[in-house]
């Protein structure tokens, strides 16, 4: 009788260890000659563009660390040259460089919020099928990408809507891209199954309502990339500051830094009394603003890159 009750619990035991042992690893199967020598060709080639992106911008970073004499003479390299922060108080002390640097994450925030707004505005009723005169709408929007009106047609509309020399003249002009709108359209269509809206007019939600509780809430990864395009753009445009934009007060950070890099402009309370130390100055300046203009890009980005990794294939055929 004890044998035939022990026997269930050996049974048992032997089924737990085999249920608890690591399946075999599968064999590795080795790469051939032209495999190898193609990921060494791939790996050499990605290395070479991350030195071509990298190392200017250490030289930079370097620069803005070092003494004025040092950078005007040419003896930085990659390494900070008798390491200085007077570069940076000096720019950070320039109202008019604190005024650009408000001005752009202004028209950043808010021109990115509008050109998102906008592009789903038109984007999800053009990617429905039952919108009617949905094809010739959709092709007088790819029809201004591949024609524009030109810089003065363009100024002169800017002109008679009174934008002139005000915040709206860098936000609304550009406000929608036509590229960003197909990517926008492709993604709606085929991510977001006509099922769902169809439930959707079952339970009586009407079509804002669809497009506010289900459609945006599955376009995070679209609507991140989107944002991320329309939020560069921003930060970097200066020709329509440049064109459109009189008053100092109103000018973004990249309309200072062309002041500064290009036409050697600086404030005049950072002018010193020899000519040359105020070139020397004048360089130190230029490389931390650079430094200053660059950050706030490098720090937004990891925060939206896991959608901006999910985002790279939107639109794409799937299989």
Same mark, same amino acid.
Request: proline fraction near 6%; charged fraction near 15%; aromatic fraction near 10%.
């Given at each position: ?167 709206? *003249?860098?936000?609304?002009?550009? *406000? ?23 439930? *959707? ?80 100055? *004048? ?37």
């Amino acid at each position: 009788m004890s044998t035939d009750v022990e026997r269930p619990a050996v049974g048992v035991g032997r089924a737990r260890r085999l249920a608890t042992r690591r399946p075999p690893r599968p064999r590795r199967v080795k790469d051939g000659l032209d495999d190898r020598l193609f990921m060494v060709g791939v790996y050499v080639l990605l290395t070479t563009f991350l030195l071509v992106v990298l190392l200017p911008l250490v030289y930079i970073v370097a620069s803005s660390l070092s003494d004025p004499l040092a950078v005007s003479s040419g003896r930085v390299s990659f390494w900070p040259v008798d390491f200085t922060l007077e570069g940076y108080r000096r720019v950070l002390s320039d109202p008019s460089i604190l005024t650009g640097f408000g001005n752009s994450i202004f028209y950043t925030l808010v021109g990115t919020a509008i050109s998102l707004v906008l592009t789903v505005s038109i984007a999800y009723p053009l990617s429905r099928r039952d919108l009617w005169g949905r094809r010739g709408i959709t092709l007088f929007v790819v029809f201004t990408m591949l024609f524009a009106g030109g810089i003065i047609p363009t100024y002169l509309v800017v002109q008679n809507l009174g934008m002139l020399d005000t915040r709206l *003249a860098l936000i609304l002009p550009q *406000a929608i891209g036509v590229w960003q709108v197909i990517i926008a359209m492709s993604f709606f269509r085929t991510s977001i199954p006509d099922e769902l809206y169809e439930a *959707a007019q079952l339970d009586g939600a009407s079509d804002l309502r669809f497009l506010v509780s289900t459609v945006l809430p599955l376009s995070k990864p679209l609507l991140a990339v989107i944002a991320l395009m329309y939020a560069i753009y921003q930060w970097n445009s200066y020709f329509d500051a440049l064109l459109y934009l009189r008053d100092p007060d109103l000018y973004p950070l990249q309309l200072v830094l062309r002041n500064v890099l290009i036409l050697n402009q600086t404030a005049p309370g950072l002018d010193a009394a020899a000519a040359l130390e105020r070139q020397q100055l *004048a360089d130190l300046m230029k490389y931390s603003l650079i430094v200053i203009s660059t950050v706030p890009v490098m720090l937004v980005y990891p925060f939206v890159a896991r959608y901006f990794n999910k985002g790279l294939l939107v639109g794409a055929v799937k299989g």
